[in-house]
């Protein structure tokens, strides 16, 4: 079993940043494939990023070049740096965890989910 607890969301401005944590427990960590997803009000949950066991990376579109994925081994954590945030970043924001080492843009693939964090930006 791993346990997951996402957070650092808050309110941010048109433009500005936020970094998001997700601090895991459990199974080793660094044998997980971790991912953001989101879920903006009145829609479905869909993929931000997300990040294998060896770093390598992916991201939706609409993030793509504005958010960036970590992880620290060592800490048992993994980040999403949100930069250039748009009003429509807004929503919350879920950590998730497969029991495989390579990622995946796919709900349903993940196992364990964090409880959510809220991301409001202003405009």
């Known amino acids: 079993q791993v346990q997951l607890v996402d957070s650092g969301g808050g309110l941010a401005q048109d433009g500005g940043s936020l970094r998001l944590s997700c601090a895991a427990s459990g199974r080793t960590f660094s044998g997980y494939a971790m991912g953001w997803f989101r879920r903006a009000p009145g829609k479905d949950r869909t993929f931000v990023a997300a990040i294998d066991n060896w770093g390598l990376t992916r991201f939706a579109d609409s993030v793509t070049g504005r958010f960036a994925i970590s992880r620290d081994n060592t800490k048992n954590t993994m980040y999403l740096q949100m930069n250039s945030l748009k009003p429509e970043d807004t929503a919350v924001y879920y950590c998730?965890?497969?029991?495989?080492?390579?990622?995946?843009?796919?709900?349903?693939?993940?196992?364990?989910w964090g409880q959510g964090t809220q991301v409001t930006v202003s405009s």
């Open positions: 998730a965890a497969r029991d495989y080492s390579g990622s995946s843009s796919r709900e349903g693939d993940y196992r364990y």
